[in-house]
Nanobody
């Protein structure tokens, strides 16, 4: 299971740090990451970190968000800086066993989501 923490309300330009703790199994061999879903929009990938440490970011968050993971604790973090209203969404942590592209329809595990609201 995945449990996400850290969402909330922040003003534009502010920062938040999301964390997600995985339990029930060892996730060191999984890709961990974050998706988000804004009102009226589809879920989209935000940041992923592979088991070998390779990282990918959505273009919209590059330079502002930083993903990291603690292999020993099966925890993934998302440091979000310079937040803008367009970052408002429910953020979901994910874990995926595959080595190929990570797409919403085939992800193995989803967290429950945490709401991030950025006010202008």
């Amino acid at each position: 299971q995945l449990q996400a923490f850290g969402g909330g309300l922040v003003q534009a330009g502010g920062s938040l740090r999301l964390s997600c703790a995985a339990s029930g199994r060892t996730f060191s061999m999984y890709t961990l990451g974050w998706f988000r879903q804004a009102p009226g929009k589809e879920r989209e990938s935000v940041a992923l970190i592979r088991r070998n440490g390779d990282i990918t970011y959505a273009d919209a968050v590059k330079g502002r968000f930083t993903i990291s993971r603690d292999y020993a604790r099966s925890t993934v973090f998302l440091q979000m800086n310079s937040l803008i209203p367009e970052d408002t969404a429910v953020y979901y942590c994910i874990a995926d066993r595959g080595e190929g592209p990570v797409v919403a329809g085939t992800i193995d595990y989803w967290g429950q989501g945490t709401l991030v609201t950025v006010s202008s």
